[in-house]
């Protein structure tokens, strides 16, 4: 029988591995044979002295690890602690773990693009060969248009697209919202956010609360009190909080960075400034807080896509998987 086995880094709480557990957790409710396969960096490394050393290895066997991610605990998963190199086994590498392919010429495996940026960072680092990444027995899906284009461009062929989906959590629209949010993570937001927080308060009288050093149960309870979310940030990819924002029904105000610039939100074309251009800003607010309610109407669109996320991701799958099995 056939077994699909995902990698995934070991005790990472991001956006990408809460995605693997998703794929996992779907796969398995399809009736796929599904394992999720822990790292980290040491086992590269061991794995690479190993075959550098000309060890003809069958299969990649590393110590026994378990989902310890206390979020990740509602996705279903198998895990396992070795692979076989055989056509039998599908490998699905995010696209953060594109040297490990170097191991994997034996299976098919498919690259999942979950971002672009992150890639980039680790081509270039690694060294990898672009067409080594374009051999038959490779596929790759795509997560957004944004990596869609990308993959195009570089001559990609095999090419699906494989989204992921935004949990909705304890929604309830029964709360006062009276402040603005803006994301103020420092390595993905490359304005000055505290000097914009002061400039939107002063030009529309809010409260803007920058998004920081925040548990994930405070980052939703601000998002829930608030009007209007911003994020500036350089959207790698499908980015998880301005999804999260709009299902609280926020308002959303982007740059034209990266997938946002592809409007991956289906939000108001205006409402996607130019990096080049932030002081715009406070004006889209303004204009956004003249009528709310009004204003929140045009998102319904972008609402209702995100509400439908989990059911298209369901169908990407059966159609990718049931294909690359057969």
């Known amino acids: 029988m056939h077994e699909i086995i995902i990698l995934c880094p070991w005790g990472v709480q ?9 794929l996992s957790d779907e796969l398995i409710s399809l009736g796929f044979n599904a394992s999720i396969f822990y790292t980290t960096n ?8 190993l075959t550098s050393n000309g060890t003809n ?39 953060t773990y594109l040297n490990w392919q170097r191991f994997f010429k034996r299976n098919t495996s498919l690259i999942w693009w979950l971002s672009v940026d992150n890639a980039f960072s680790y081509l270039d680092m690694m060294k990898i060969n672009l ?16 990596a869609k284009n990308f993959l195009n ?9 494989l989204s992921d989906y935004t949990p909705e959590g ?11 949010t803006m994301s103020a993570l420092p390595h993905k937001v490359h304005i000055d956010v505290d000097h914009f927080k002061k400039e939107i308060e002063n030009h529309c009288n809010i409260e803007v609360r920058l998004l920081r050093g925040m548990s994930r149960e405070q980052v939703y309870d601000a998002l829930d009190h608030s009007l209007i979310y ?9 980015d998880r909080m301005p999804r999260e924002a709009l299902i609280r029904d926020c308002c959303l105000i982007t740059s034209d960075a990266g997938a946002a610039g592809y409007n991956e939100f289906c939000i108001p074309e205006e409402y996607i400034l130019s990096t080049s251009s932030p002081q715009l800003i406070k004006h889209a607010c303004k204009n956004i807080l003249t009528n709310f309610p009004l204003s929140l109407e045009r998102y319904e669109l972008s ?24």
């Open 170 to 180: 304890d929604l309830k629209n029964e709360y006062e919202k009276n402040i603005i």
């Open 57 to 95: 290895l069958d299969a990649i066997d590393i110590p026994e690890r378990i989902n310890n991610v206390e979020l990740y605990k509602k996705y279903q998963t198998n895990s396992v602690k070795s692979i076989k190199f055989n056509r039998n086994t599908l490998v699905v590498l995010p696209e």
């Open 230 to 238: 911003i994020d500036f940030g350089n959207f790698p990819g499908k």
């Open 42 to 49: 040491a086992d590269f490394e061991a794995l690479q002295t």
């Open 153 to 161: 461009a570089i001559g990609i062929k095999n090419l699906s697209p």
């Open 131 to 146: 067409n080594s990444i374009k051999e038959k027995n490779i596929h790759h899906a795509y997560q957004s248009n944004y």
């Open 303 to 326: 609402k209702r896509k995100i509400m439908n996320e989990k059911y298209i991701f369901s169908s990407e799958i059966f159609n990718l998987f049931k294909n690359l099995l057969t």
């Open 14 to 22: 991001t956006g990408g591995p809460e995605a693997i557990h998703q």
